[in-house]
């Protein structure tokens, strides 16, 4: 196939264009990923949330331990939110950005006073498990709709959650 041949393959129709977003993915799909997303902010909220609990409320052998690593863990967690807020964005729509946007749509409920370390290590070990599904969901979505950019965020996302997952349950002496 000659170059001006592919490359009158490529262009678009009136209504073609009409039916995606200025970045060329169609708007109903994105729509539809956007709502997934949505969900999944919620839940890394909610998530944030609980992070903040542990880490103002830890007591215990392992306080300076866990102390830090709550800490990392919930400013990680607000990278994430962003990451996710901007890539909604991108697609078009509206994140959510309300508590109660949150409260009713997370996945992660929310947790009060865990002052135990083991405690506080199991949530964020159950949580990361919830996280990773709703992850893989997205992944799964975007990847439908040849959406690279949450593709690839989603893919990076749950590389690192697996690594930690694995980690956390080490810390609880749990098999993965």
Same mark, same amino acid.
């Given at each position: 196939?000659t170059y001006?041949?592919?490359?009158?393959?490529?262009?678009?129709? *009136? /209504?073609t264009?009409m039916?995606? +977003?200025?970045?060329?993915?169609? *708007?109903?799909?994105? *729509?539809e990923?956007? #709502?997934?997303?949505?969900?999944?902010?919620s839940?890394?909220?909610?998530?944030?949330?609980?992070?903040?609990?542990l880490?103002? +409320?830890?007591?215990?052998?392992?306080?300076f331990?866990l102390?830090v690593?709550?800490?990392?863990?919930?400013t990680r967690?607000q990278? !994430?939110?962003?990451?996710? /807020?901007?890539?909604?964005?991108?697609?078009?729509?509206?994140?959510?950005?309300?508590?109660?946007?949150?409260?009713?749509?997370?996945?992660i *409920?929310a947790?009060?006073? !865990?002052?135990?370390?083991?405690e506080?290590?199991?949530?964020? /070990?159950? /949580?990361?498990?919830?996280?990773?599904? #709703?992850?893989?969901k997205c992944?799964?979505?975007?990847?439908?709709i040849?959406?690279e950019?949450?593709n690839?965020?989603?893919?990076?996302?749950?590389? #690192?959650?697996?690594?930690?997952a694995?980690?956390?349950?080490?810390?609880?002496?749990?098999k !993965?």
């Open positions: 196939m001006l041949k592919r490359c009158r393959k490529f262009v678009r129709t *009136k /209504a264009i039916d995606t +977003n200025r970045i060329g993915l169609d *708007k109903a799909k994105t *729509k990923l956007s #709502e997934h997303l949505n969900i999944l902010l839940s890394y909220q909610m998530h944030y949330q609980n992070l903040r609990g880490h103002w +409320n830890i007591q215990g052998e392992n306080f331990e102390h690593k709550y800490e990392e863990l919930y967690a990278v !994430i939110i962003v990451e996710i /807020a901007e890539r909604i964005l991108t697609l078009g729509a509206t994140p959510h950005h309300t508590f109660s946007d949150y409260t009713s749509n997370s996945l *409920k947790h009060q006073n !865990i002052t135990d370390g083991k506080g290590m199991t949530y964020i /070990a159950d /949580a990361y498990q919830t996280l990773l599904e #709703e992850l893989r992944l799964t979505f975007s990847g439908d040849e959406d950019g949450t690839s965020l989603m893919s990076d996302l749950i590389s #690192e959650h697996e690594k930690e694995w980690m956390f349950n080490s810390w609880l002496k749990r !993965i």
